[in-house]
């Protein structure tokens, strides 16, 4: 059965509101096997599908201005010159720079030249006197630079504009452009007199500029076209949107130093002003650019069929088709949504896309495209993804056939989709099929290439959803706990599954399939040898689980003595007290016996038949005991004994992890086992910072964040006392205010001592 995939007519969304920001980062959040790279065109992989709609791609080097600014500066002087040396005098000099170099010429010195400066063949010949025109409009664009570049000392400050001083430079530049008979620079002093008067917002005087200085000169590099630009910018300034359009389209087309600034200022249009822009097209090429661009900055489907019909073979195509497919992966699978209850084949199955598929392969069957094979090898993976395994080898059978020597690639990638469709399309996962499919599997793993990890994540997902399907929870795991390299653990298997979601993550069944020799097949043992957990993580797991439940016996049962973790030894003595809850204090002063979950469990037990089998210490017993009660929650020391990770986000916790009853159980054992005051004063204290705790829980303090947000206008909140959360500080100051540790905690617990002096 063919399944269809979703409405094609949002495909393109926008991507300028996916950015983290404000900082640049070209790496996407997007999901996906159809990796958008396949294409090779460097002037046009800055329009790929990506969230970092701002990020700066004007360091890619066909797209950087600064590179084709020294490839005319480096073909003027006949290549005589380093790319380096001119770089340094344009772009690494400032205006004091040259008035330096200005002054060591006029004294015939080398002394005073700035280092980056003093080697350069450039300015050797600069104080020689040769090709003084060329110097003369360098020193002039210096003088420029700071009146049309961001002068501002950080982002909140205004930019500052010297007008005065812009008109002067302005009629300096005119003239300087009648004076030269260099039809180079005469160009250079035209693009400096635009940008000057668009800098000072005379917008009608760019335009005029423009026409008069540019248009007489029949001469067209990348200066005219970035001169272009300003007139452009100025005549949207004027109001008129859809001729700015116009010539931004052209920059976009024509200049690749300037194609980022065009593709930002090309306005997105609705039907009527998108065709008032096409009217200005003088040929079925530039409409092709105003095209892609709408396409670009719109969800219009019709954008990229037009697009077709004026020019197959147009490279914008193949860019609009991979941000298409991206986009329909994106929202297939979208990024912060991956985790593993998420059903793969069923969201491929649900969504309908019968519009855009059947657009792909009839412009792949035309042949007509830049590369047709391209068109097969997407409407190949759309098949894929609409699970019509037949369309997918007819199309991908086409694409392998004219895919030309230069891209062997392909062939590659198509085989990556074939075994994914092979996994995809099996109903039942025997033996006889993981036999078959294990050499495909370690293929794809072994690649690292053309998404390979992703797609060998995409086939471990389903096979864990048919084994899911089969029951065999075990094998469901293994794939999703997968290890894709050495650090490189998927994030679809946590040890928090094995407590919150023990019937998806049955962890007695994952050891027994672990632990078991007997007829264990070859892709078994693959899967156990690539698990994110080893036999002895397990068993800590285990054990770990059994301690939250103090169940210390069976805990000490799982042999997790000689486990080597992050958390091997634990950071700080979990039998120690202290009046104010601090982990890092607690960590600095632990000199003597370094306690690990193992030992910690073994301690807990003797502690506890010391206090069954005498007397003797029964009071301290109960108070270690209490102490390390209290100490293997949230807000204890060693809160890592019980749990695998403490974050005041998350309410997927243990219960006892936030219960601190047992804690305050023993402390009030304790107090009855001992006559001493101190002792006693200490220990209802600690039942206090119980009790206190209880309340943060009880009210739901703890779950809305407001935890460490107590006081409110310099006062703890009334609930607490108002609910009889302070028994134990009233207890405290009744009976106790004689002890020692009574002025002790008065002295360092701010709560105690607001409750005494404030009652």
Known sequence: MIVSISSFLLFLNSDNTKSCGPYYDENPFLYGLFEPTIIKDDSLSAFFLSPSFFSDYSQKRLLNPEVDNIKEWKDYFNNKYTSEDLSNIIYRSSPEDIKILIASKLNNTYSIIPKHLAKSNITKDFIAGKYSEAFKYLIFAKECEPQVTDNRKDAWSELIRDTTAMTELLEKGKLFYQETTDKYLKERYAYQCVRLAHYKKDFNLTIKLFDDLFNSLNFRSIIYYWALSHKAGAIRSLGDITYSSYLFSIIFDKCLSRRLIASQNFKSLDASLLYETLDYCKDNHERTAVWFLHAYLTNDFGSMKKLYALEPNSAYLEILLTRAIDKLENDIYEYWNRDNRTNWSNQFIRLDYPNFYSFVISCAKKENTLRPYFWYYAAGYLSLLRQDYDSMKENFTSAKRLTTNDEPEYNNRIKILEILAKVDAQKIIDENFESNILKDTKWVLD??????????????????????????????????????????YPETVSPIDYRSNPGR????????????????????????????????DLYEIRGTLLLSKYDFENALLWNFSNIKNDLFLLPADPFQMNLNDCHDCDATVLTTKLYTKHSFAKRMLELENEIKSTSKNRAENYFLLANAYYNITYFGNSWMIIDFYRSHYSSDYDPNYLDCSKAEEYYLKAITASNDKDFQARCIFMAAKCEQNRFYIDKGFFQSRDYYYYYSDCEPNPQIKQENYRMYFKNLKDNYSKTQFYKQALKECKYFNYFVTNK
């Open 447 to 488: 690649l690292k290439k053309y998404n390979s990890d992703d797609a060998f994540s995409w086939m471990m997902k389903r096979f864990s959803e048919k084994y899911y399907k089969q029951q065999d929870t075990a094998k469901a795991q293994m794939c999703l706990g997968f290890r894709l390299g050495k650090g490189d």
């Open 505 to 536: 993550a049955p962890l007695d069944k994952i050891i027994r399939f672990v632990e078991s020799d007997y007829n264990r097949t070859a892709f078994d043992k693959y899967l156990i040898e690539n698990f994110i957990y080893t036999k002895k």
